[in-house]
């Protein structure tokens, strides 16, 4: 059944996609940091704000704003990961798809859950015991909003939350059970 997407201006969405049969997406650093390029030029050409993402072996997080009514979220993320599978498929010599289907939309309509999904996404490699802090992780916003490095893909309008980075990195280091079905709302499978 077709769900309808909400994708309009100054809306906020957890968008979310993994590797075909749950495989790899990336498969060398230089992947990663191809489907960076991708991102920060199809944020620029459709306007889109991204507060945080990450990108893991087999399955990305963006959390993104919609800043303009004429470039929607949608065309965004299927020209992204086109280009991006179709640069896949020549490297590595392969055809077909790459991704498992449509990517995953979550509106997120409270701004109290801002940090939280933030932190969901910083963790994600943490969690996966691939690095001990979420800002040592090459292939994330972490690094961006803890000033370590240049903010290039990385609105930090998710700092603003915050009083300073340091509190900012004790609330995404905080452990804390957090249930996320009640939190966002699903616009889409």
């Known amino acids: 059944m077709y769900s309808p997407r909400y994708f309009q201006k100054d809306t906020f969405h957890h968008l979310y996609n993994r590797g075909a049969f749950k495989e790899k997406v990336f498969f060398e650093g230089n992947d990663y940091l191809h489907f960076q390029r991708r991102l920060l030029d199809y944020k620029i050409k ?3 704000d991204i507060l945080t993402y990450c990108l893991m072996p087999n399955h990305f997080h963006l959390f993104v704003r919609q800043s303009s009514k004429n470039n929607p979220i949608g065309k965004f993320i299927g020209n992204l990961l086109n280009s991006y599978t179709k640069s896949i498929n020549k490297k590595y010599n392969r055809s077909g798809v790459l991704f498992e289907g449509k990517t995953k939309s979550k509106i997120v309509y409270d701004e109290n859950a801002f940090p939280i999904l933030t932190k ?12 001990n802090n979420f800002y040592d992780y090459e292939y994330s916003s972490g690094k961006e909003l803890m000033g370590i490095s ?6 930090k309008i998710i700092l603003d939350y915050f009083n300073d980075v340091k509190e900012f990195e004790e609330y995404i280091n905080h452990e804390e059970e957090i249930d996320f079905d ?3 709302k699903k616009t889409a499978e």
């Open 46 to 48: 459709y306007e889109i």
């Open 120 to 131: 969901y996404i910083l963790l994600n490699p943490v969690r996966a015991k691939m690095c």
């Open 150 to 155: 240049e903010a290039t893909i990385t609105n």
């Open 182 to 184: 009640k939190i966002f």
